[in-house]
């Protein structure tokens, strides 16, 4: 079906103000941290971001100087083709094993071919296997 694999993500949450996105990625550039895939939203008076990156750890204590509530978990990181219908059959193979889905994250380069989506279960590990089967 889609290569996919456990990976980690950062939930960050800060007071929601203009320019926060852009302090997020000046804290983690200047940690020498690279953003793989990122969401981001705003809710109820806060900025919320997932964040998957190449050095969880390090971007967790960068954003320390923001104030930002951090905390990690694991999170399915999926490689799909870029095709109508390879989103819905993740999350028809998710959905039809019992997994509830919490949220979904994804992007395509045009021209690449392929689509890195994050998705955040009730069971990643188990989500996993049956993406993988």
Known sequence: MARAHLTHELVV??????????????????????IVAIGAYRKEGRGEFMLVTTDNTTAAEALERLNADVTEHSAVAV??????????????????AGIDMYWA???????AGTALAIVKTEDDARAVNVLTQ
Not at 24 to 33: L, Q, S
Not at 81 to 95: F, H, K, N, Q
């Open 13 to 34: 949450k800060l007071p929601d103000r203009i320019g926060l996105l852009a302090d997020v990625g000046e804290v983690i550039r200047e940690a020498g941290v690279n």
């Open 79 to 96: 490689e799909l083709t870029d095709e109508p219908g390879a989103l819905e059959s993740v999350a028809r193979a998710i959905a039809e």
């Open 105 to 111: 994250y994804a992007s395509v380069a045009p021209g």
